[in-house]
């Protein structure tokens, strides 16, 4: 019986605490989002100067990746979780309706940029400026750049 009683704790305890060891907390989660855009925005930057040689394959990652992105950041940003190690400006906060107007046109162009589909170094470059666009704009209104 004690061991019934064992298991069924667990069962009932373990879906509680799951999401708390496979959710490292907003503010890393939206940090390693922005990492990743920081890497792929190196990585297609240096293909469209002939740094890195171009690969239509990495490039449609690079999309695809943004995609991903977009979709998940906008979650990662709950009331309370402005405090920290952040970057990121009240006006996320004070500001809700620019902020998802921001987000949902981050959205919107990468999912435009991705479904391009490119072949070409061209044709990444045009897909590619449409979603960076959104990097600065983004950031001249909600991130506070502390370096
Ligand atoms: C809709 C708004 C928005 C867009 C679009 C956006 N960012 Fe950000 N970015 C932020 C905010 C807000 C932060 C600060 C997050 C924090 O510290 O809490 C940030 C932080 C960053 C960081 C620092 C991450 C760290 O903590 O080390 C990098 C790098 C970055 N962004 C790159 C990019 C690139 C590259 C793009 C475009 C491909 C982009 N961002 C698009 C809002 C945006």
Known sequence: ??????????????????????????????????????????LGGDM???????????????????????????????????????????AIWSKPAEWRAATTKFQTDTIAAAATKVSTQPEFGKAFGMVTANCKSCHEGFRIKKD
Not at 6 to 16: G, K, R
Not at 48 to 60: I, R, S, Y
């Open 1 to 42: 019986m004690r061991m019934l009683a064992a298991v069924l704790a667990t069962a009932i305890i373990l879906p509680a605490i799951a999401p708390a060891v496979a959710f490292a907390g907003p503010l890393e989660d939206r940090q390693a989002i922005m990492k990743g855009n920081g890497r792929d925005t190196k």
């Open 48 to 90: 469209l100067k002939g740094v890195t040689p171009f690969d239509a394959a990495v490039a449609n990652k690079i999309l695809a990746n943004y995609v991903a992105a977009a979709k998940a950041f906008p979650g990662r940003f709950p009331a309370g979780s402005n405090g920290g190690d952040t970057e990121a400006s009240p």
